[in-house]
């Protein structure tokens, strides 16, 4: 697989889990590397973006300080340290790479299996 997730699971609301994603080394040389999530009966929707260097972050407005995403490059990994989680957080998160940023919109270039993040309340 170019990308793999790991780390999703069960969490009670308040508390914290860190996604973290393998990738391919052709995958990861492409730059770009983020998180996207979706929920149930709900689109897709942009979480966190970072550059080759660990610069130039960029996360979705609903984040509002509690995600960080950080990689390691050695190691071809990106993470997503989530805190504070609220229910409504419960969704799919996928790792993914390349691509662009048109118009402020992130379109990767590859994806992830997904790994299942459930909050309860």
């Known amino acids: 697989a170019q990308l793999e997730e790991f780390g999703g699971g069960l969490v009670q609301a308040g508390g914290s889990l860190r996604l973290s994603c393998q990738a391919s080394?052709?995958?990861?040389?492409?730059?770009?590397m983020g998180w996207f999530r979706q929920a149930p009966g709900k689109e897709r929707e942009f979480v966190a973006s970072?550059?080759?260097?660990?610069?130039?972050?960029k996360y979705g407005d609903f984040v509002e300080g509690r995600f960080t995403i950080s990689r390691d490059n050695a190691k071809n990994m990106v993470y997503l340290q989530m805190n504070n989680l609220k229910s409504e957080d419960t969704a799919v998160f996928y790792c993914v790479s390349g691509g662009l940023f048109r118009s402020g919109t992130y379109y990767p270039a590859n994806w992830g299996q997904g790994t299942q993040v459930t909050v309860s309340s």
């Open positions: 970072i550059g080759w260097a660990g610069g130039h972050r």
């Open positions: 080394e052709r995958t990861f040389s492409s730059g770009l």
